[in-house]
């Protein structure tokens, strides 16, 4: 696995060179193999803002407090029937708060297109490499980070979280405003390399994206294949502000 994720990386002109950890000043020996446990280490406080966009039945939910058992979650999802699931779920829980709605790169009212698996259910239409079958198209809420934000009075976000079947980048596009401040501290998105969904946006626009405003890749995760070809993983992206070298 760890020869496919070089081979990709080095696919978009990049290297992982694992440093020793008298050069970085701290013992990098661990980083890779918990997203969480490396969130951590960039974390400057007990109490992180998370935003869980995607929330779906709150897998999300139950990592994040069991890793920051005093995080306050701001948990996002817009379909009606999955959100039902997510508020039997966490809705008892203190400082979790649940929105019945998706983020995007603008506000109003899009279909999502609700798949028999719900976590499939996407803004973006099932390509080659999906599963499941769309059984209604609902037409649901859409806010923008930054608006949410302004609304909530929202100063700072630790993590923001992103798992929305392919509309990450629309998502990051919304917060524009709070990335620019250098109001957000860490990204952890999925990843997706096959055709999954149409219209979907490459790795490669993504980290431009992320890394022209200020954001580093710390790690990929662990690796799905389909068809003996990567198709997805997990990537935790730190700013600037937050590493060693800034510090």
């Not at 096959?194 to 626009?205: E, N």
């Amino acid at each position: 696995m760890k020869q496919e994720l070089h081979r990709i990386i080095r696919k978009f002109g990049y290297d992982i060179v694992r440093f020793s950890p008298s050069i970085v000043g701290k013992d990098v020996s661990q980083l890779g193999n918990d997203p969480l446990d490396d969130m951590a280490a960039f974390l400057r406080n007990d109490r992180p803002m998370v935003f869980d966009v995607g929330a779906n039945v709150g897998q999300s939910i139950r990592g994040f407090r069991s890793r920051f058992p005093r995080c306050i979650i701001h948990s996002f999802e817009p379909s009606p029937a999955t959100f039902d699931t997510l508020t039997q779920q966490a809705s008892q829980l203190k400082d979790v708060h649940l929105w019945n709605c998706a983020l995007g790169s603008v506000s109003g009212q899009m279909t999502l297109l609700e798949n028999s698996h719900s976590d499939m259910s996407s803004f973006l239409p099932i390509s080659k490499f999906g599963w499941g079958e769309v059984i209604d198209e609902t037409l649901v809420e859409v806010k923008t980070i930054d608006e949410f934000c302004d609304d909530q009075h929202i100063e700072w976000i630790d993590i923001l979280k992103s798992d929305t079947q392919g509309f990450d980048l629309e998502v990051f596009k919304g917060a524009e405003r709070t990335i620019r401040a250098d109001k957000i501290a860490l990204i952890y998105c999925e990843i997706k390399f096959s055709d999954m969904y149409k219209g979907l946006p490459s790795f490669a626009t993504i980290y431009d994206f992320l890394t022209s405003r200020g954001f580093l890749l710390v790690s990929l995760y662990k690796f799905y294949y389909q068809q003996q070809l990567a198709s997805w993983t997990d990537a935790l992206f730190v700013h600037k502000t937050f590493t060693q070298a800034s510090a």
